[in-house]
């Protein structure tokens, strides 16, 4: 008792002062140097193309193993040289410990999910688009379909029998008990294709202004062509072929050698390309790809400063 | 304890004035000091009568009624008691001496001090005096040995601190087992920027009864600095501390000879290696003594090594008048680095701690440090390089016109496939590291009941700011692609300031035989770390040209892709309470409770309770008074604490930038993560038994402790479903637990001589217990280690090798061997023999095992100390073993192209039956059956002991006069000697990892102390 007569008002409030330090929102401060996806400005539409071209950038940016694993094992060129992994890939003889192996399952599905978030990115958009803005989103939408399905179709040829994701939500792999075979694969992939072709852009992919080079109609019909082949669905093959022709916007590059040469990039022969530059620079920045496994090796080439490659591959 | 003091005191003043005394009653004047000045509030009682007084401000007294035959009985908290017969003398000057084993001397346990015999926890404290007797930047490497259950990891490399770990390894990820340092009630994650003599006490708080008080940062233990203060009403005293010292490397590995090469090359089974030896001997010549040897036989490690020098000078003053007390203190230190190149580390501090009564119920502290220190960091990759470089090649070759900036010899003009040669990396590179900090603090504190209830408001800052500048020139070996072509500067600046605001309110009584003290307090923190760096290529460089020319404008581009900044901000928020009641100093009761709020995680509050109990039964009256037992207790005490040392998770997806070409033209797009990380604070649950007790006099104390600390919500990594990659989440559980026993003997035998013999032991059991559904958690590359549940943290996993094969029979008859032939490997006499643990008769992966963790399952200590007159001499040991190291050097053979090795290996190698059953051949080392996965071969014990520090003190007699110092003179060894079977520089890696460890040298220094 005789404590409280020691009290002075001004102390009381002193005390009071000091134990409330106010317990502001400090606490939920982001963590700094990120781009949170989740506070992004949707009412911006003109910002959805980003979620596009990342796609495009996670389908495109390959290592140099896998366009060798997907070829050799498509039977579209045979392995050589020291890889070991790849020749036996090429018998048919599947060696978990070679890392092409690897690496193309585990970056074809985090591409294939980088698709997936990209979509929904585009529909977090949509929510807030005019009607304008709705139906380009549903474009970006198909021509993320196409690219998605352009993995997947080239990892079942691997391994046949595959997941097929349908969200970026990895949790619905948990309780998997069965994985799709590679007909119900294919049969995905073209029913993927049907329902993009109505939404993507009537022309040649170097048609395009916006994208140069990008999906476009006739990328998906090439797709549910190839995928029908492999379900041995003939006239499919035929049908979605032949919608390409019929369009007349496609022809022969004039000079083969240049094709796959810089003169070559974004023909009139092309549906699709991965597409890689320096920007004319020659030097510094720039999106890239490892040629070098593709080349020859033990020669010299005359050109100053080039060198051969590493010989993986061979034509059969 | 105040308060009882004034208590005492006053009932002593009431009580003296009613005694009678005889006629032969004199009156006693004098002075009570300490080894600082005079001792105010000192207690001196005529022994047998409660009748005394206290010292006054300026540690005078004055007794009346002293018998003229009676003892006048001194006594002060922390010192020990000294009883001085009076004979008739009207003057008596007593100096008192702490007394480091009192049990009323007062520990610091966080926003307070407790009495030790009330203490519940586990606390150890080091003293000014422990720690300055190691010669190190560092002071907790002075700890090494002292504290059971604190393992020091020593570092070799000059200013980087030793990793520090208590009571175990309680978090999966790497660094975040780090305990949290408060320095004077700053929080720091480590304390090599301060100078070890600035430091009072060092005291360690290991359970979580002591460490609860710190919450969310405590589940690691904390280390709580208190740096020198001076006192009210002492004279000025200047000490001058000074020591110069030289490093010198022990151990060194030694290396395979020329001789020893040229045989281990000629039996490698490589062509090309044995022809290299041929070249070497075209190059430089045959060697006289032996024609199959080259005239070169170069000791790499032996280059590469040099003495360093190691200073050290303290300057320092304390003192205090009637309304402050003051300590300033300078200091300079040096170490070079026993790696030849330049790897210094310099350090500037400057400290001031003040601290005044502005009215007898207010008081103000202020201080302020300063420290400035710059440390160029050496290229560690050099230790690497001299291990493999061939002994027959020098290390310049005057024909290599060529080669740039010195005539550099290169192993490929001998046709091996690298350049080995480390001095062009050595010579060519320098990385500065130039940290400056400051901490300045203030604090008010208010009484509102006089010596009952008193407030507190702190703040601390510790503003930090690091510049790196990491420079490599070019050099060029004179032919083929080996060079360095450009010259690079990497400039990084980052800044760190810290605010902290503590604000507590401490109740203390104590009525009847009740005894209490109540604090309760808010905390509030803000980090904010922000780091700019940028990359030049091509500045001025050459000979003459210097630092002069080490800027990014002067470089003639700047790589894009080396430029890049980072930030962070964090805040936390605290309220925290506790209680310590005592009755009748019998029976202790002691709990705090925290609440932390932090905006590192998701979730965003904790709260940690802890409470410990204790009971002192040699106070209970049926305790024998005149046993050998003095003092006897025993305590207990749970409690969970937090640990926030986890890297903080976003919560959220999240998106990066990329490019795409369209076009040849570049496309900006982002790229969104499908995944996020959500984190809480791991918690631990600790539990602490001990007793304390002191025997024979008090010259024997003993303290066990038994612990156990589960983390729970431990974060491990998850391998996402689907696709690659880990994210991390609090699902683990993990374990330690263990013993500590620490035993101090001290006895004065006589008034010039007395010793102490003292040492600590202590066991560690670590222990995962889930990893939330996952078989194994898999880390390390070529050098496996994993966890699996019922393990330890990352232990080496890897093949157990049963031997070597001596003859062809033996391989004939192995169905392993031959499976492994028909595989297309190849098996000789002379390969490793593996176990074929799942007996499939394969050697696979498979196979692998458990090959032991570099975590140490005891450590210990052992001191021994005397004075003799004017002659002081201590003497400290310690050692560690059950842990292992990996000898990644040996095993990197396997990916480094026609190597040398370790003259170990040379002089034991398998070269033919009956040669070996252990090593094996120079052939086999390099086959891939024998090296394809890591083997128990390459994973060696790490138990040590080591002589740690031997210091002899030589005291000058005190001159009589008015200028009288006090000179000590000393010489100290450190680490003269280390006792070890591991094939490398030295047993302490910090993560068992032995790749470029830096070698810790020993250090011998002469020293002066001199206080006036």
């Given at each position: 008792?005789?404590?409280?007569?020691?009290?002075?008002?001004?102390?009381?409030?002193?005390?009071?002062?000091?134990?409330?330090?106010?317990?502001?929102?400090?606490?939920?401060?982001?963590?700094?140097?990120?781009?949170?996806?989740?506070?992004?400005?949707?009412?911006?539409?003109?910002?959805?193309?980003?979620?596009?071209?990342?796609?495009?950038?996670?389908?495109?940016?390959?290592?140099?193993?896998?366009?060798?694993?997907?070829?050799?094992?498509?039977?579209?060129?045979?392995?050589?040289?020291?890889?070991?992994?790849?020749?036996?890939?090429?018998?048919?003889?599947?060696?978990?410990?070679?890392?092409?192996?690897?690496?193309?399952?585990?970056?074809?599905?985090?591409?294939?999910?980088?698709?997936?978030?990209?979509?929904?990115?585009?529909?977090?958009?949509?929510?807030?688009?005019?009607?304008?803005?709705?139906?380009?989103?549903?474009?970006?939408?198909?021509?993320?379909?196409?690219?998605?399905?352009?993995?997947?179709?080239?990892?079942?040829?691997?391994?046949?029998?595959?997941?097929?994701?349908?969200?970026?939500?990895?949790?619905?792999?948990?309780?998997?008990?069965?994985?799709?075979?590679?007909?119900?694969?294919?049969?995905?992939?073209?029913?993927?294709?049907?329902?993009?072709?109505?939404?993507?852009?009537?022309?040649?992919?170097?048609?395009?202004?916006?994208?140069?080079?990008?999906?476009?109609?006739?990328?998906?019909?090439?797709?549910?062509?190839?995928?029908?082949?492999?379900?041995?669905?003939?006239?499919?093959?035929?049908?979605?072929?032949?919608?390409?022709?019929?369009?007349?916007?496609?022809?022969?590059?004039?000079?083969?050698?240049?094709?796959?040469?810089?003169?070559?990039?974004?023909?009139?022969?092309?549906?699709?390309?991965?597409?890689?530059?320096?920007?004319?620079?020659?030097?510094?920045?720039?999106?890239?790809?490892?040629?070098?496994?593709?080349?020859?090796?033990?020669?010299?080439?005359?050109?100053?400063?080039?060198?051969?490659?590493?010989?993986?591959?061979?034509?059969? | 304890?105040?308060?009882?003091?004034?208590?005492?005191?006053?009932?002593?003043?009431?009580?003296?004035?009613?005694?009678?005394?005889?006629?032969?009653?004199?009156?006693?004047?004098?002075?009570?000091?300490?080894?600082?000045?005079?001792?105010?509030?000192?207690?001196?009682?005529?022994?047998?009568?409660?009748?005394?007084?206290?010292?006054?401000?300026?540690?005078?007294?004055?007794?009346?009624?002293?018998?003229?035959?009676?003892?006048?009985?001194?006594?002060?908290?922390?010192?020990?008691?000294?009883?001085?017969?009076?004979?008739?003398?009207?003057?008596?000057?007593?100096?008192?001496?702490?007394?480091?084993?009192?049990?009323?001397?007062?520990?610091?346990?966080?926003?307070?001090?407790?009495?030790?015999?009330?203490?519940?926890?586990?606390?150890?404290?080091?003293?000014?005096?422990?720690?300055?007797?190691?010669?190190?930047?560092?002071?907790?490497?002075?700890?090494?040995?002292?504290?059971?259950?604190?393992?020091?990891?020593?570092?070799?490399?000059?200013?980087?601190?030793?990793?520090?770990?208590?009571?175990?390894?309680?978090?999966?990820?790497?660094?975040?087992?780090?305990?949290?340092?408060?320095?004077?009630?700053?929080?720091?994650?480590?304390?090599?920027?301060?100078?070890?003599?600035?430091?009072?006490?060092?005291?360690?708080?290991?359970?979580?009864?002591?460490?609860?008080?710190?919450?969310?940062?405590?589940?690691?233990?904390?280390?709580?600095?208190?740096?020198?203060?001076?006192?009210?009403?002492?004279?000025?005293?200047?000490?001058?501390?000074?020591?110069?010292?030289?490093?010198?490397?022990?151990?060194?590995?030694?290396?395979?000879?020329?001789?020893?090469?040229?045989?281990?090359?000629?039996?490698?089974?490589?062509?090309?290696?044995?022809?290299?030896?041929?070249?070497?001997?075209?190059?430089?010549?045959?060697?006289?003594?032996?024609?199959?040897?080259?005239?070169?036989?170069?000791?790499?490690?032996?280059?590469?090594?040099?003495?360093?020098?190691?200073?050290?000078?303290?300057?320092?003053?304390?003192?205090?008048?009637?309304?402050?007390?003051?300590?300033?203190?300078?200091?300079?230190?040096?170490?070079?680095?026993?790696?030849?190149?330049?790897?210094?580390?310099?350090?500037?501090?400057?400290?001031?701690?003040?601290?005044?009564?502005?009215?007898?119920?207010?008081?103000?502290?202020?201080?302020?440090?300063?420290?400035?220190?710059?440390?160029?960091?050496?290229?560690?990759?050099?230790?690497?390089?001299?291990?493999?470089?061939?002994?027959?090649?020098?290390?310049?070759?005057?024909?290599?016109?060529?080669?740039?900036?010195?005539?550099?010899?290169?192993?490929?003009?001998?046709?091996?496939?690298?350049?080995?040669?480390?001095?062009?990396?050595?010579?060519?590179?320098?990385?500065?590291?130039?940290?400056?900090?400051?901490?300045?603090?203030?604090?008010?504190?208010?009484?509102?009941?006089?010596?009952?209830?008193?407030?507190?408001?702190?703040?601390?800052?510790?503003?930090?700011?690091?510049?790196?500048?990491?420079?490599?020139?070019?050099?060029?070996?004179?032919?083929?692609?080996?060079?360095?072509?450009?010259?690079?500067?990497?400039?990084?600046?980052?800044?760190?300031?810290?605010?902290?605001?503590?604000?507590?309110?401490?109740?203390?009584?104590?009525?009847?035989?009740?005894?209490?003290?109540?604090?309760?307090?808010?905390?509030?923190?803000?980090?904010?770390?922000?780091?700019?760096?940028?990359?030049?290529?091509?500045?001025?460089?050459?000979?003459?040209?210097?630092?002069?020319?080490?800027?990014?404008?002067?470089?003639?581009?700047?790589?894009?892709?080396?430029?890049?900044?980072?930030?962070?901000?964090?805040?936390?928020?605290?309220?925290?309470?506790?209680?310590?009641?005592?009755?009748?100093?019998?029976?202790?009761?002691?709990?705090?409770?925290?609440?932390?709020?932090?905006?590192?995680?998701?979730?965003?509050?904790?709260?940690?309770?802890?409470?410990?109990?204790?009971?002192?039964?040699?106070?209970?009256?049926?305790?024998?008074?005149?046993?050998?037992?003095?003092?006897?207790?025993?305590?207990?005490?749970?409690?969970?604490?937090?640990?926030?040392?986890?890297?903080?998770?976003?919560?959220?997806?999240?998106?990066?930038?990329?490019?795409?070409?369209?076009?040849?033209?570049?496309?900006?797009?982002?790229?969104?993560?499908?995944?996020?990380?959500?984190?809480?604070?791991?918690?631990?649950?600790?539990?602490?038994?001990?007793?304390?007790?002191?025997?024979?006099?008090?010259?024997?104390?003993?303290?066990?402790?038994?612990?156990?600390?589960?983390?729970?919500?431990?974060?491990?990594?998850?391998?996402?479903?689907?696709?690659?990659?880990?994210?991390?989440?609090?699902?683990?559980?993990?374990?330690?637990?263990?013993?500590e026993v620490v035993l101090n003997w001290n006895k004065q035998v006589s008034e010039d001589f007395n010793y102490s013999i003292g040492g600590n032991f202590s066991t560690l059991k670590n222990e995962v217990l889930d990893l939330a559904g996952q078989e194994n958690l898999t880390s390390g590359g070529d050098l496996a280690q994993r966890t699996v549940i019922g393990g330890t943290i990352n232990p080496f996993f890897g093949l157990e090798v049963d031997g070597v094969y001596q003859t062809p029979e033996e391989i004939q008859a192995d169905p392993a061997a031959q499976a492994?032939?028909?595989?297309?490997?190849?098996?000789?006499?002379?390969?490793?023999?593996?176990?074929?643990?799942?007996?499939?008769?394969?050697?696979?992966?498979?196979?692998?095992?458990?090959?032991?963790?570099?975590?140490?399952?005891?450590?210990?200590?052992?001191?021994?100390?005397?004075?003799?007159?004017?002659?002081?001499?201590?003497?400290?040991?310690?050692?560690?073993?059950?842990?292992?190291?990996?000898?990644?050097?040996?095993?990197?053979?396997?990916?480094?192209?026609?190597?040398?090795?370790?003259?170990?290996?040379?002089?034991?190698?398998?070269?033919?039956?009956?040669?070996?059953?252990?090593?094996?051949?120079?052939?086999?080392?390099?086959?891939?059956?024998?090296?394809?996965?890591?083997?128990?071969?390459?994973?060696?014990?790490?138990?040590?002991?080591?002589?740690?520090?031997?210091?002899?003190?030589?005291?000058?007699?005190?001159?009589?006069?008015?200028?009288?110092?006090?000179?000590?003179?000393?010489?100290?060894?450190?680490?003269?000697?280390?006792?070890?079977?591991?094939?490398?520089?030295?047993?302490?890696?910090?993560?068992?990892?032995?790749?470029?460890?830096?070698?810790?040298?020993?250090?011998?220094?002469?020293?002066?102390?001199?206080?006036?």
């Amino acid at each position: 008792m005789k404590y409280f007569k020691m009290y002075q008002k001004p102390q009381i409030l002193l005390v009071l002062i000091f134990f409330l330090v106010s317990c502001s929102d400090v606490l939920d401060q982001p963590e700094l140097n990120n781009n949170f996806a989740g506070g992004t400005d949707f009412s911006q539409t003109d910002d959805m193309i980003f979620s596009l071209v990342g796609i495009y950038q996670a389908v495109t940016s390959r290592g140099w193993e896998q366009p060798l694993v997907v070829a050799t094992r498509g039977d579209d060129v045979n392995a050589a040289g020291d890889q070991q992994g790849l020749i036996n890939l090429d018998r048919y003889v599947y060696d978990n410990s070679f890392f092409g192996s690897r690496t193309l399952w585990e970056t074809y599905y985090e591409d294939i999910i980088a698709a997936h978030t990209g979509m929904e990115q585009i529909g977090r958009y949509q929510e807030f688009a005019d009607e304008e803005g709705i139906a380009l989103g549903n474009q970006y939408i198909a021509e993320a379909k196409v690219l998605r399905a352009i993995l997947l179709f080239q990892l079942s040829r691997v391994y046949g029998a595959v997941f097929i994701p349908e969200s970026s939500d990895l949790d619905q792999f948990a309780d998997v008990t069965s994985v799709p075979t590679k007909d119900e694969v294919m049969q995905h992939i073209s029913d993927q294709m049907d329902e993009a072709i109505p939404l993507l852009p009537d022309m040649r992919p170097n048609e395009r202004t916006d994208l140069p080079g990008g999906v476009t109609r006739y990328t998906a019909l090439m797709v549910k062509a190839v995928a029908n082949q492999e379900l041995k669905n003939y006239q499919a093959v035929a049908d979605a072929a032949g919608a390409i022709i019929a369009s007349g916007k496609f022809s022969l590059f004039n000079n083969f050698y240049e094709l796959f040469k810089t003169p070559g990039k974004l023909s009139n022969e092309s549906l699709f390309e991965f597409q890689y530059s320096d920007f004319g620079q020659g030097e510094g920045d720039r999106v890239d790809h490892l040629y070098a496994p593709y080349g020859p090796n033990s020669w010299d080439p005359a050109v100053d400063g080039a060198s051969s490659g590493w010989g993986f591959l061979n034509l059969p | 304890m105040k308060i009882r003091g004034v208590l005492l005191a006053i009932s002593f003043l009431v009580s003296s004035a009613t005694f009678v005394y005889g006629q032969d009653n004199i009156t006693v004047t004098g002075t009570v000091s300490d080894a600082m000045g005079p001792l105010p509030g000192a207690s001196v009682v005529i022994k047998g009568t409660t009748s005394g007084t206290q010292t006054d401000f300026d540690g005078n007294f004055t007794l009346d009624g002293v018998p003229t035959d009676g003892t006048l009985v001194i006594s002060y908290i922390g010192y020990a008691s000294q009883e001085i017969p009076v004979d008739g003398q009207t003057t008596i000057n007593v100096s008192l001496q702490e007394d480091t084993q009192a049990l009323d001397e007062v520990v610091v346990v966080g926003y307070g001090t407790q009495r030790k015999a009330d203490l519940t926890g586990s606390i150890a404290t080091v003293k000014s005096e422990e720690i300055t007797k190691t010669p190190t930047g560092s002071a907790m490497q002075a700890l090494q040995g002292k504290v059971a259950g604190l393992q020091v990891v020593s570092s070799g490399a000059p200013g980087t601190g030793p990793t520090i770990r208590i009571r175990g390894l309680g978090s999966y990820v790497g660094g975040a087992s780090n305990p949290l340092y408060v320095v004077d009630g700053a929080f720091y994650d480590d304390i090599d920027f301060l100078n070890p003599q600035d430091i009072e006490t060092i005291s360690v708080l290991k359970d979580a009864s002591a460490a609860a008080i710190y919450g969310v940062r405590a589940a690691n233990g904390v280390v709580l600095i208190e740096t020198k203060s001076g006192r009210k009403n002492q004279k000025p005293q200047i000490s001058i501390n000074s020591y110069q010292g030289v490093q010198i490397a022990h151990n060194v590995v030694k290396l395979s000879n020329s001789a020893q090469f040229a045989t281990l090359a000629r039996e490698s089974g490589s062509e090309a290696e044995a022809q290299s030896i041929e070249n070497a001997i075209q190059r430089y010549g045959r060697s006289r003594i032996n024609p199959n040897v080259p005239d070169v036989n170069t000791d790499w490690y032996d280059l590469i090594l040099r003495h360093a020098l190691q200073q050290n000078h303290s300057f320092g003053v304390t003192g205090g008048a009637e309304n402050l007390s003051y300590s300033v203190g300078l200091n300079y230190f040096e170490q070079e680095g026993i790696l030849k190149m330049k790897n210094d580390y310099e350090r500037f501090n400057i400290r001031s701690k003040l601290n005044f009564d502005i009215s007898d119920r207010l008081n103000l502290g202020v201080s302020a440090l300063f420290s400035n220190a710059t440390r160029f960091r050496p290229e560690t990759t050099a230790f690497a390089l001299a291990y493999f470089a061939v002994p027959v090649m020098p290390v310049l070759d005057p024909s290599k016109t060529e080669a740039y900036p010195r005539p550099y010899a290169n192993a490929q003009d001998l046709a091996y496939r690298g350049t080995q040669n480390p001095f062009p990396v050595m010579e060519n590179t320098e990385n500065r590291n130039k940290t400056r900090n400051t901490l300045t603090t203030l604090d008010l504190s208010y009484q509102l009941i006089p010596d009952k209830l008193t407030l507190k408001t702190a703040y601390y800052h510790n503003f930090e700011t690091l510049e790196v500048r990491e420079v490599r020139l070019p050099f060029f070996f004179g032919n083929g692609n080996a060079f360095r072509e450009n010259a690079t500067l990497i400039k990084r600046n980052q800044t760190l300031s810290e605010q902290t605001w503590d604000n507590t309110l401490t109740f203390t009584d104590s009525f009847d035989k009740h005894n209490l003290t109540v604090l309760a307090g808010t905390a509030y923190r803000d980090r904010s770390f922000e780091q700019l760096e940028a990359t030049g290529l091509n500045f001025p460089n050459g000979p003459g040209i210097g630092e002069e020319s080490y800027f990014l404008d002067l470089s003639k581009t700047i790589d894009v892709e080396g430029v890049g900044d980072d930030g962070a901000r964090q805040y936390f928020l605290s309220y925290f309470g506790r209680v310590a009641y005592n009755f009748d100093d019998k029976y202790l009761l002691y709990g705090t409770y925290r609440a932390d709020g932090t905006s590192k995680y998701q979730e965003k509050w904790g709260y940690f309770p802890t409470i410990g109990v204790g009971w002192v039964i040699s106070e209970e009256s049926f305790f024998p008074d005149e046993g050998f037992v003095n003092f006897l207790k025993f305590r207990g005490s749970w409690g969970e604490l937090g640990n926030s040392n986890v890297a903080s998770s976003t919560g959220s997806i999240t998106s990066v930038e990329v490019d795409a070409a369209f076009g040849d033209t570049r496309f900006p797009g982002l790229v969104t993560s499908s995944d996020f990380e959500a984190l809480k604070w791991e918690v631990t649950a600790e539990t602490n038994v001990g007793i304390t007790t002191r025997l024979f006099d008090n010259q024997l104390s003993l303290e066990a402790d038994y612990f156990t600390r589960e983390t729970r919500d431990a974060v491990i990594p998850v391998s996402r479903l689907l696709v690659p990659g880990e994210t991390r989440q609090n699902v683990g559980l993990l374990k330690n637990s263990g013993f500590e026993v620490v035993l101090n003997w001290n006895k004065q035998v006589s008034e010039d001589f007395n010793y102490s013999i003292g040492g600590n032991f202590s066991t560690l059991k670590n222990e995962v217990l889930d990893l939330a559904g996952q078989e194994n958690l898999t880390s390390g590359g070529d050098l496996a280690q994993r966890t699996v549940i019922g393990g330890t943290i990352n232990p080496f996993f890897g093949l157990e090798v049963d031997g070597v094969y001596q003859t062809p029979e033996e391989i004939q008859a192995d169905p392993a061997a031959q499976a492994a032939i028909a595989d297309g490997l190849v098996v000789e006499p002379g390969d490793f023999k593996f176990v074929d643990h799942n007996g499939d008769m394969i050697i696979d992966a498979q196979d692998r095992v458990d090959l032991g963790s570099y975590i140490p399952t005891y450590t210990f200590g052992f001191n021994l100390g005397f004075n003799y007159k004017a002659w002081d001499f201590s003497l400290n040991a310690i050692g560690q073993g059950g842990n292992v190291i990996a000898n990644q050097k040996r095993f990197a053979i396997r990916q480094t192209p026609d190597p040398n090795i370790d003259r170990d290996f040379a002089i034991n190698r398998w070269h033919g039956p009956g040669t070996s059953n252990e090593y094996p051949s120079a052939r086999g080392i390099r086959n891939p059956w024998s090296n394809q996965f890591l083997n128990s071969f390459f994973v060696e014990k790490g138990d040590f002991v080591r002589l740690q520090n031997v210091t002899l003190g030589y005291t000058l007699p005190q001159l009589s006069g008015k200028f009288s110092p006090e000179v000590r003179f000393y010489i100290t060894a450190e680490r003269p000697l280390t006792l070890f079977e591991y094939n490398g520089f030295s047993p302490e890696v910090p993560d068992g990892r032995d790749d470029q460890t830096y070698p810790i040298p020993g250090v011998y220094t002469v020293g002066i102390n001199v206080t006036l």
